[in-house]
């Protein structure tokens, strides 16, 4: 169990395991870190890190965690989209997350890695995305009720399949494959998330 810090001291040395933690995922993968790597690069010694942290594994549930509030909030470097235009709401959206998961591509690969030998990882992933899918089910049901999108959808069905969508192009083309150009997949993502509410642009 994670131990959170109770001085400023030990937030800072929590803070910096988790900096070094996720520079070791990504430069030699879950299987190949060491915890040994992990306190070297922090600069602490390796009892600092069970003071926070039981395992490997529950210092990269941290690293994810601060991947997930990032991807999850990655805020809109152009501003905010116009709020009269949903279609523009959705492609800001979906720009944000690209660019956030580019940003994060290496220690997502990682985090799949884990997901498909460890049924804990795999459920938390599932709890993870789930965050999303209720989120964009909300916006949904938000805009049936304006009149703007399909009435007879499942709003949380909706959700799944086009949250479901999005994740897999990012993962196709920004994690395995990591030279798709951004804008394209801004472009195809929003213009199947519009045609499959139905929403077109004023």
Not at 149 to 178: E, F, H, K, T
Request: proline share 4%.
């Amino acid at each position: 169990m994670t131990v959170r810090p109770l001085t400023a001291r030990g937030e800072r040395t929590r803070a910096a395991l988790i900096v070094a933690a996720r520079t070791v995922f990504e430069r030699d993968g879950f299987a190949d870190a060491r915890l040994t790597d992990i306190t070297v690069e922090a600069g602490c010694a390796t009892g600092s890190f069970y003071t926070y942290f039981d395992s490997k594994e529950d210092i990269l549930d941290a690293v994810l965690a601060a991947a997930q509030e990032e991807i999850l909030h990655p805020g809109m470097p152009h501003g905010e989209p116009d709020s009269d235009d949903p279609i523009a709401t959705i492609e800001a959206a979906n720009r944000a997350y690209f660019q956030a998961y580019r940003r994060n591509a290496k220690l997502m690969m990682v985090r799949e890695q884990v997901a498909g030998i460890s049924p804990d990882f795999r459920q938390k992933r599932v709890e993870r995305g789930q965050v999303f899918i209720e989120r964009n089910a909300r916006g949904i049901h938000e805009l049936q009720q304006a009149g703007l999108a399909d009435p007879d959808l499942d709003p949380v069905q909706a959700a799944r399949a086009l949250s479901g969508m999005v994740s897999r192009m990012a993962y196709q083309s920004l994690g395995v494959g990591g030279a798709d150009d951004i804008e394209d997949l801004v472009f195809t993502a929003t213009r199947l998330w519009a045609n499959a509410l139905g929403l077109t642009r004023k």
